[in-house]
């Protein structure tokens, strides 16, 4: 028989966590694949202003996303600390710059609350919810709602 300990460890929810623009926020870690140092991204005309371009990651092309213009704040100065969270959503592989990966924790379910009604719609489909740590204040990205819009075949 399990005890109460256990079963709240059995449900919780393993999220990276990471730095962007001065923030805390943080991802499920289902759908990282991986954690990389900053390399330079080839740019791609015409792309929305918070894709920085496509690197090539072992023969696959993945557009990279400066997570804070995305979230709606300041642009990234990149440099050498930066670093890329490659996330991978339904089929779609993409990659996020960060300022910095703070650590893997375990949440409860029950300590994710849910993002305030005063929020913009952006901010609510975003963000999922907000967790309370001792000294800082998390926010769970929804990873899916944050990828960039998938262009459509219109020869189809």
Not at 49 to 55: F, K
Not at 77 to 87: T, Y
Not at 114 to 128: C, G, K, M
Request: charged share 20%; net charge negative; glycine share 6%.
């Amino acid at each position: 028989m399990m005890t109460v300990e256990e079963s709240l460890i059995e449900d919780e929810r393993e999220l990276v966590t990471f730095r962007v623009g001065d923030q805390d926020f943080c991802i499920d870690i289902i759908h990282v694949r991986e954690i990389r140092g900053w390399t330079p991204a080839t740019v791609l005309p015409h792309a929305p202003e918070y894709v920085l371009g496509v690197i090539n990651l072992r023969g696959a092309i993945v557009p990279i996303v400066d997570l804070a213009r995305r979230l709606g704040l300041a642009k990234t100065d990149l440099g050498d600390r930066h670093v890329i969270v490659i996330a991978v959503v339904a089929d779609q592989t993409v990659g996020f710059l960060v300022d910095a990966v703070s650590d893997i924790i375990g949440v409860a379910p029950q300590l994710i609350q849910p993002t305030p009604d005063i929020t913009a719609q952006t901010t609510q489909r975003f963000i999922q919810g907000v967790i309370a740590l001792e000294q800082r204040m998390l926010r769970l990205i929804d990873i899916s709602a944050v990828l960039p819009p998938l262009v459509k075949d219109v020869s189809a």
